[in-house]
C-alpha cells in the first residue's frame, strides 16, 4: 500500500484501476487539476508492461538511453513524488452497479471510474513453460537460447524483434512461423536475414516441443496482445478491446477507458499517456 491511501469521500469523484502510462498520467493531471482521485495497481510498482522490458525504448521522445524498466521508474516514482494518491498490490476483484470497485480489502465506490488496465500478452493455447515464453522482454530473456533451436510463433514486430535478439543471445537457429504474409515492419524483417521465415498454416505442440513435426528446443509465443478488463464489465467489442468515444468515455456515462485497453488507433507508451490526460481533462470539465 502505498504512502499516499488517506481517508476519502464517498463517492470518490474519481477512480483509475491501472498504474501504466495511461493510469498514471490520468491520475497525475487529475491531482494537479484539484479532483480528488484515486489510483489502484495491482502489482507492487507502477509503470504497466514498461516493467517488463528490458530493452532501450526508442520511441518515447526525451528518455533516450533508458530501458523501459527505467521508464517504469520514472512513472512510479513521480507519482509517489507529486502526492498522487495510489494503493499498490491492490488487485480489483469486481466492479458492480453505481461504479462500486471491490478488491480483496474493501469496497470504493465512484462518480467517475477510468479503465487504465491496458493489454496482457496473448498466450492462444500455450501456457508459460522453461521452454516456452509468452510475450516479449522478460518472459524472452528468461528463456535459454544459447546454441539452441528456437521457434518464434507469430509475424508482428515482436516476433521479429525478439528473433533478432534471441539471435544476438547465441541462438543456434531461429525459425519464424508466420500464418499469414507477415506484418512487421519491413526494417525489422530486413534486420535478420539469417533467420528462417516460414509462411502458412502451422501445428505447434508444445509438450513435444515440435511445429510441422520439426523439434526445437523452446518457443517464444509472440501472438499479440489482449486487453484486460476488470471482472464485471462486459465493455469489449469484436475486436477485444473497449470502445470509447473520441474524449475516452465508455457506452456508459462517467465511465472512461484510456490507453492500450481501447481501441484507441496505435498503443504505445506515447499515445498512452496522452490518452489518459485527455480523459482527465473531461473529467474535470465534467465536474466543474
Known amino acids: ?49 514498461q516493467r517488463l522490458s528490458p530493452y532501450e525504448n526508442l520511441w518515447i521522445p526525451g528518455v533516450q538511453d533508458r530501458t523501459g524498466e527505467q521508464v517504469a521508474e520514472a512513472l512510479h ?16 476483484t469486481q466492479i458492480g452497479e453505481g461504479f462500486s470497485v471491490t478488491t480483496e480489502e474493501e469496497t470504493f465506490r465512484a462518480r467517475h471510474l ?42 508482428g514486430d515482436n516476433a521479429f524483434d525478439q528473433a533478432r535478439f534471441v539471435l544476438h543471445r547465441g541462438a543456434a537457429h531461429v525459425t519464424v512461423f508466420s500464418r499469414s504474409a507477415p506484418r512487421a515492419q519491413s526494417l525489422l524483417q530486413d534486420m535478420i536475414p539469417q533467420a528462417d521465415i516460414r509462411t502458412g498454416p502451422y501445428q505447434a505442440d508444445p509438450d513435444a516441443l515440435t511445429v510441422n513435426g520439426e523439434a526445437f528446443d523452446g518457443f517464444g509465443v509472440m501472438y499479440g496482445f489482449e486487453a484486460h478488463v476488470p471482472p464485471g464489465l462486459s465493455l469489449t467489442s469484436g475486436n477485444g ?19 492500450e485497453v481501447t481501441d484507441y488507433w496505435h498503443p504505445c507508451v506515447t499515445t498512452s499517456a496522452a490518452h489518459g490526460v485527455q480523459v482527465a481533462k473531461q473529467i474535470s470539465l465534467r465536474l466543474r
Request: hydrophobic share 40%; proline share 10%; aromatic share 4%.
Open 241 to 259: 478491446y473497449v470502445e470509447v468515444d473520441r474524449f475516452g468515455e465508455t457506452r456508459t456515462p462517467n465511465l472512461w477507458a484510456c490507453g
Open 77 to 92: 516514482d513521480h507519482i509517489a513524488a507529486a502526492g498522487v494518491p495510489h494503493r499498490l498490490n491492490t488487485r480489483v
Open 1 to 49: 500500500m502505498s504512502d499516499h491511501a488517506a481517508p476519502f469521500t464517498s463517492p470518490l469523484p474519481a477512480l483509475i484501476i491501472g498504474g501504466g502510462p495511461a493510469g498514471c498520467a490520468c491520475a497525475l493531471w487529475l491531482h494537479r487539476l484539484g479532483v480528488e482521485t484515486l489510483l489502484l495497481e495491482s502489482s507492487d510498482r507502477l509503470g504497466g508492461l
Open 114 to 155: 477510468v479503465l487504465a488496465t491496458g493489454t496482457r500478452p496473448a498466450a492462444g493455447p500455450f501456457r508459460p513453460a522453461p521452454n516456452i515464453a509468452i510475450g516479449p522482454g522478460h518472459p524472452m530473456e528468461a528463456l535459454e537460447v544459447e546454441g539452441r533451436r528456437i521457434a518464434i510463433l507469430g509475424g
